[in-house]
């Protein structure tokens, strides 16, 4: 008898969570896959960290490299040329622009948001002496902001919020660490800070917290997991097991800031264990979904600085069916 593709995964599906509530992976998952996937060197990579550390994806027949990266925008060719398979990252123009164009790059998770509820990791800092009662002594000039088009909406939103206009400001890129020194000197006024640079800031004393991303555009997704051809066309199969370790990394990683976390972590970032159980964990959304309506304004942003030429529809954005096919699975397992 011939099943419907539909019919197929949700087979796939059944047989998948059968063999893994036995602790074994099913058959059609024996082979052993290597899949090539970006880290750089931010908290908002913690749960694949967390992931690999506690062997989740090997549990489902993955053999991880990781590959690191200073930024998503270095990623986005490999992921095309098929050279990685997973790019954790922001939704940067290069990812949006490649999809308008009919090539197969798709968000398949959430990696992160700015909970209003949460704590802030990332952060416009100012120099110590700088806010009286939050507020600036006096006007901002000189600002050292990241220029990837995803931080830059950030950054961007987070001044308005404030009422300054980044257009008045002189804009510099300081690489973190010099950024520390610069706010530490005073020789720059205002910097975008993100985890785990913020724990470093705030535990040298270097400057103060003036904005809080969070306040100013709340529940924007900030993070994604993206898969390209590799995944979305050629080895669906192997997607799907990355999305199974993904989510069960993502429970490890939300238990909080255990030993096993905070170690695994401070090994990644290293720094000292006491530092990375200071710092802020971003928030996740613990079922991985995407809300490609919080994507919005964000596109909109874009379109108007030339950056996309216009808003991709949530079909040409976000693949869902492999978070999917994960909750499927999930949902037979004893304690998922």
């Not at 063999?19 to 931010?42: D, K, M, N, T, W």
């Not at 003036?210 to 590799?230: C, D, K, L, S, Y």
């Amino acid at each position: 008898m011939r099943l419907a593709p539909a019919s197929r995964v949700l087979l796939s599906a059944a047989v998948a969570a059968a063999a893994l509530s036995c602790g074994r992976a099913p058959e059609s998952e024996a082979r052993v896959r290597h899949l090539r996937v970006v880290i750089q060197p931010f908290l908002g990579h913690a749960p694949i960290v967390v992931g690999v550390a506690d062997s989740v994806f090997a549990k489902y027949g993955l053999d991880i490299e990781l590959v690191p990266m200073t930024r998503t925008n270095d990623g986005v060719p490999l992921l095309i040329n098929g050279d990685i398979d997973v790019l954790p990252g922001s939704a940067v123009p290069a990812l949006l622009n490649a999809a308008a164009r009919g090539i197969a790059v798709r968000m398949v998770a959430n990696r992160g948001f700015l909970d209003p509820s949460g704590c802030t990791f990332e952060t416009l800092m100012v120099p110590k002496g700088r806010l009286v009662d939050g507020r600036l002594r006096r006007p901002i000039r000189r600002i050292s902001i990241e220029r990837q088009a995803s931080y830059l909406y950030i950054i961007d939103a987070a001044l308005r919020f404030a009422g300054v206009s980044l257009s008045d400001l002189d804009e510099l890129e300081v690489p973190p660490a010099a950024e520390l020194d610069a706010l530490r000197k005073g020789t720059i006024d205002a910097a975008f800070v993100g985890e785990p640079w913020l724990a470093r800031a705030l535990a040298r004393d270097v400057g103060d917290v003036w904005v809080r991303t969070q306040n100013a555009i709340p529940n924007a997704e900030t993070g994604f997991v993206w898969f390209g051809p590799n995944l979305l066309v050629k080895d669906r199969e192997a997607g799907r097991r990355f999305m199974l370790g993904y989510r069960e990394a993502l429970d490890h990683y939300l238990q909080g800031k255990t030993d096993r976390n905070v170690r695994s972590i401070a090994k990644f970032t290293g720094d000292a264990d006491s530092l990375v159980r200071a710092s802020c964990w971003p928030s996740v959304r613990p079922d991985g979904r995407v809300n490609v309506s919080s994507l919005t304004p964000y596109q909109e942003w874009a379109v108007a600085r030339h950056l996309i030429d216009a808003p991709l529809p949530a079909d040409r954005l976000y693949d869902s069916t492999f978070v999917a096919y994960a909750d499927s699975v999930r949902r037979h397992l004893p304690n998922p």
